[in-house]
C-alpha cells in the first residue's frame, strides 16, 4: 500500500544519487511511497512501473539496475521472495 513520505533535502546531494539519470531518481522516491517502513518492497518490475510510471515509455529494468548499480538499492531473498 502507498504511503505518504517525506523526501529529504540531503538525498539531492547525496553523490550515489547525482550519479543516477533523472528517471531513475524519480524512481528510488516513487519506491519509497510503495515501500514498507523498512525499505522493502517485491521485486516486481512490471508492478513497479504500474505503480511509479504508469502512464510513462521507461525502460524498468534499466532504471532498477542503474538504481543498484549506483548502491542506491539491492535485492534480496526471503523465504523464496
Known sequence: ???IRS????LFT???WVECSPMARLL???LWTHADD???FEWKP???KMC?????QVEIETLIQELVDNSLMR???DGGK
Not at 52 to 56: E, K
Open 1 to 3: 500500500m502507498a504511503r
Open 38 to 40: 523498512n525499505g522493502i
Open 14 to 16: 547525496n553523490s550515489d
Open 52 to 56: 511509479v510510471f504508469p502512464g510513462d
Open 75 to 77: 535485492s534480496f531473498d
Open 7 to 10: 523526501v529529504h533535502p540531503g
Open 28 to 30: 528510488v522516491i516513487g
Open 46 to 48: 512490471k508492478t513497479i
